[in-house]
């Protein structure tokens, strides 16, 4: 059973840098692409970015100046980064796998989120 | 980007009553690419539905998906007092994927 699990400060300091870390078990983080969502305290949900364990990566439009997704493979994790955070930037911080099966793609697995919240 | 809409934006209804949520789209989206989750208080989403209408494992067949183009319905009958959450479409074939901004299933 893959299991993902989101580790990273709880609170950061506003125009510094989010850092998170999602460590895959269960499974080889080869193939895939691994996910970065968001979202604010009851809020909707916000799609980061994905990375693909080859290390090509696609951010959303509206976060791309500030993020940055990296995987390591010989840990089988990936991270988040995502700089100058203001408040806006505080969310549950989750991670996911995006399965194909067939031509058809989806979230199939998550983690359990983390709470980051931005603020002095 | 695709626009998803989901309507309505909160749904009142009685246990083992029929559920039927909408997920519209600002341009037409594959089927293959649509998929449907279930998210309560505190949990991350689970995914019902991907290919518009096929269930994901372990989820029970009063859930159902349907729909093409531009315009989804996710279809619980029968609702089961673990129903009430609120439920979101996704498309992740284009990016930037988006979600819908949810529908909250609420035990009127």
């Known amino acids: 059973q893959v299991q993902l699990q989101e580790s990273g400060p709880g609170l950061v300091k506003p125009s510094e840098t989010l850092s998170l870390t999602c460590i895959v078990s269960?499974?080889?983080?080869?193939?895939?692409?691994w996910n970065w969502i968001r979202q604010p305290p009851g809020k909707g949900l916000e799609w980061i970015g994905y990375?693909?364990?080859?290390?090509?990566?696609d951010y959303n439009p509206s976060l791309k100046s500030r993020v940055t997704i990296s995987v390591d493979t010989s840990k089988n994790q990936f991270s988040l980064k995502l700089n100058s955070v203001a408040a806006a930037d505080t969310a549950v911080y989750y991670c996911?796998?995006?399965?194909?099966?067939?031509?058809?793609?989806?979230?199939?697995?998550w983690g359990q989120g983390t709470l980051v919240t931005v603020s002095s | 980007e695709i626009v998803l809409t989901q309507s309505p934006g909160t749904l009142s209804l009685s246990p083992g009553e029929r559920a039927t949520l909408s997920c519209r789209a600002s341009?037409?989206?594959?089927?293959?690419?649509l998929a449907w989750y279930q998210q309560k208080p505190g949990q991350a989403p689970r995914l019902l539905i991907y290919?518009?209408?096929t269930r994901a494992t372990g989820i029970p067949d009063r859930f159902s998906g349907s729909g093409s183009g531009t315009d989804f319905t996710l279809t619980i009958s029968g609702l089961d007092p673990e129903d009430f959450a609120v439920y979101y479409c996704?498309?992740?074939?284009?990016?930037?994927?988006?979600f819908g901004q949810g529908t909250k299933l609420e035990i009127k």
């Open positions: 996911a796998r995006r399965a194909a099966v067939s031509g058809m793609f989806y979230f199939d697995y």
């Open positions: 269960g499974g080889s983080i080869s193939s895939y692409k």
């Open positions: 990375i693909y364990y080859s290390g090509i990566t």
């Open positions: 341009q037409s989206v594959s089927s293959s690419y």
């Open positions: 290919g518009a209408s």
């Open positions: 996704q498309q992740c074939g284009g990016s930037p994927y988006t």
